[in-house]
């Protein structure tokens, strides 16, 4: 599937824009003047919280560190005292799937299961999506 097939599908439903305003926190990325991306953590309940992300299409052609990303995470769950930050990633997002599993995120599942627990037609569109969490001890 092509990003921009993925883009198309990916559109988010009425409500989330407001969801996502509630974040426990979030930052926006800004390279050479332009907004680029932005993602935070919704906490779902004391301990966990959800990640999320949006960007912009050509983010991955752009020459940005992402290891801030991976210390921001680390740092809010300290910060938050989470025990879990989970990720519903879209199955058919490889590329994703790899960076989220860079950041630490592990498929829920595994090692036992090491491609994860497939959740079906999890996405607004139906799209499937594999669980991805980063679990502190």
Not at 3 to 23: R, T, Y
Not at 62 to 69: D, K, V
Not at 120 to 127: A, F, M, N, P
Request: net charge negative; hydrophobic share 45%; with cysteine.
């Amino acid at each position: 599937m092509s990003n921009a097939e993925i883009k198309q599908k990916a559109e988010l439903p009425k409500g989330w824009a407001d969801l996502l305003s509630n974040s426990l926190v979030a930052k926006t990325a800004v390279f050479d003047g332009r907004v680029i991306g932005c993602g935070g953590l919704f906490l779902l309940w004391p301990g966990v919280a959800e990640a999320w992300a949006t960007y912009v299409k050509d983010v991955g052609s752009l020459n940005i560190y992402p290891r801030i990303i991976k210390d921001l995470i680390h740092e809010w769950m300290a910060e938050h005292n989470l025990t879990r930050v989970q990720a519903p990633l879209r199955a058919d997002w490889e590329v994703g799937i790899k960076y989220a599993q860079w950041l630490g995120f592990r498929p829920d599942g595994w090692p036992d299961v090491p491609e994860g627990v497939r959740m079906e037609k999890y996405h607004h569109d139906g799209t499937d999506a594999i669980m991805h969490s980063i679990i502190r001890e």
